[in-house]
């Protein structure tokens, strides 16, 4: 078992003998310290809390970090291979992309090229292009929506963090429906609420128009209109190969674990198809560390600034109570305390009021946390249920103990350096 050395352990005793005979003077230090340990306390949790933020963000559209992405490129067989080498599967997960229209037929999407619905008219076309890439112009703008279909296969959920809005998640494991159920972002849901749009929507390559299911609406981070429905149940209605159409250009994304047999198998079977795929490992962190470490030194330094007034204020007080203590420091020489003890007792003292108000200062922030979640959590979902940074508690702890060593160096050397000879002037 460790033991305190006896300077060190008397040292101590001394100084909290001295905080509790002069509880004014260290009331005063603590209030002069408390908003500079608190600044500290406040700009890492908040920094923590952003960090987590701008990474949830990041993870929406990227997967978690580890994550292995295998982009494959459009090719005829893909949506074969992909399909039989996902089978049974529950360590990955396969995204097709494509686009549909959601409301009347034979009318032209109010957001032509699934476009956001405050730039429906700055990008996208109502033209019809053949395959020889003739077009002509389309029919007259109705009552439609177009979105950016994502046909997902697998428990998408468990690579990115989508965030629910309203309703469910698509449920897999069930017999797939006639009437896909699909999930939509909330820039679709926009078009939904502002325009009153017919349940069919047509998909290229359909062998007729379906009749879709809204039973969930997500944040996944995409500012244009996009829905996700089961591949199993979209397959009901058109073959798994129109699902990746070549002239296009839409592909497939697969996501799976590291050390998964799939990436081996998979990029092998296409490679032998004559299909490319490129291979990726998600770094978000890795590759914002920069980014995050700048973000936490800016407003670190902030703090620092609001600390070192504390300093001054405990320096201050500290000064003022040597020169009240001189006697009792000299007589205390007298008797043959040494020099680094009398050091030690006054720095013991400052150091003991920095812990200490770093205590309040993290009691604080953690109250402050919890009265900021009950009372945003419901508009900011990061917010809901948010709890107190570990790493902000650690910096308040070293903050308070910096604070008491700056704040009591000097008057600890003067201690010291009280001479035996003033206890006989007193």
Not at 32 to 42: I, K, N, P, Q, Y
Not at 272 to 285: D, H, I, L, P, Q
Request: with cysteine; glycine share 12%; hydrophobic share 50%.
């Amino acid at each position: 078992m460790m033991r305190f050395s006896g300077r060190f352990r008397s040292s101590l005793i001394i100084g909290i003998q001295g905080i509790r005979a002069r509880k004014l003077r260290t009331l005063l230090s603590m209030i002069s310290l408390f908003l500079g340990v608190l600044a500290v306390v406040t700009v890492q949790a908040g920094a923590s809390i952003a960090e987590r933020a701008l990474m949830s963000d990041v993870e929406l559209q990227s997967g978690f970090d580890g994550t292995v992405v295998i982009d494959v490129m459009p090719h005829e067989k893909s949506p074969a291979i992909v399909a039989d080498t996902m089978k049974g599967r529950d360590d990955a997960v396969s995204l097709v992309y494509t686009q549909a229209i959601i409301g009347e037929p034979g009318v032209s999407p109010i957001n032509p090229g699934a476009s956001p619905f405050d730039q429906a008219g700055s990008w996208g076309t109502t033209e019809v292009c053949d395959d020889a890439g003739n077009c002509v112009p389309g029919p007259p703008t109705g009552e439609a929506i177009e979105v950016m279909l994502t046909a997902v296969s697998g428990d998408l959920l468990s690579f990115r963090p989508l965030r629910p809005v309203s309703g469910d998640w698509l449920k897999a494991g069930t017999v797939p429906a006639m009437a896909p159920k699909i999930v939509i972002n909330e820039e679709a849901a926009k078009g939904f609420r502002d325009h009153r749009v017919p349940a069919e929507m047509r998909v290229r390559g359909a062998k007729a128009n379906l009749t879709p299911q809204i039973v969930g609406v997500v944040h996944d981070g995409d500012f244009q209109p996009r829905a996700y429905v089961r591949q199993d149940e979209l397959t009901n209605w058109l073959p798994a190969s129109s699902l990746m159409d070549p002239n296009y250009g839409q592909g497939i994304t697969v996501m799976t674990v590291q050390g998964s047999p799939v990436e081996q198998v998979l990029t092998t079977r296409l490679k032998g198809a004559g299909a490319e795929s490129y291979v990726n490992v998600v770094e978000n962190r890795k590759q914002m560390e920069k980014q995050l470490m700048l973000m936490r030194l800016v407003f670190l330094s902030m703090a620092g600034l609001v600390l070192l007034i504390g300093v001054a204020g405990i320096l201050n007080v500290g000064l003022a109570t040597v020169g009240e203590r001189v006697e009792e420091f000299a007589l205390r020489r007298a008797v043959g305390t040494p020099r680094a003890l009398l050091a030690g007792i006054v720095l013991a003292e400052t150091m003991l009021t920095g812990l200490l108000t770093a205590a309040a200062a993290i009691g604080a922030g953690v109250a402050g946390l919890k009265i900021v979640s009950m009372f945003l959590g419901d508009s900011e979902p990061l917010l809901a249920n948010v709890q107190f940074p570990w790493d902000a508690g650690v910096a308040g702890i070293i903050a308070g103990l910096i604070a008491g060593i700056l704040g009591g160096f000097i008057p600890a050397i003067r201690a010291a350096g009280i001479p035996i000879a003033t206890v006989m002037r007193a």
